[in-house]
């Protein structure tokens, strides 16, 4: 069993930046996928970015809605990933969710949630205009 636990959420203007922490417990994999999404009131959950690892690297991946504000990153030592979200705007408000599975998803696979494995409780992130 893997535990995941989020962090990092909060309220901010727009134009600022908060900093999200997956933390992972447990069993840990050397080769995965973590995912971040998020889920505005009354929307489906939506792809935000993904990182995948493996013993050749990692490689990050991106929606296009957040392409160039946000950044996915690791520390392996810590068994967690961080979500660096800069320029918010009220649309990016939602809960943030990550998860995680078992080796690296394809691409046609890492925005599907249903490809992973285990999530986190969610962390609520407020944008205010």
């Known amino acids: 069993q893997v535990h995941l636990v989020e962090s990092g959420g909060g309220l901010v203007q727009a134009g600022g930046s908060l900093r999200l922490a997956c933390a992972a417990s447990g069993h840990t994999f050397g080769t995965y996928t973590v995912g971040w999404f998020r889920q505005a009131p009354g929307k489906e959950r939506d792809f935000v970015a993904a990182?995948?690892?493996?013993?050749?690297?990692?490689?990050?991946y991106y929606a296009d809605s957040v392409k160039g504000r946000f950044t996915i990153s690791r520390d392996n030592a810590k068994n967690t990933v961080y979500l660096q979200m800069n320029s918010l705007k009220p649309e990016d408000t939602a809960v943030y969710y990550c998860a995680t599975t078992q080796g690296v998803l394809a691409a046609v696979s890492r925005a599907q949630t249903e490809k992973y494995n285990y999530w986190g409780q969610g962390t609520q992130v407020t944008v205010s205009s």
């Open positions: 990182l995948s690892w493996s013993w050749n690297g990692g490689n990050t």
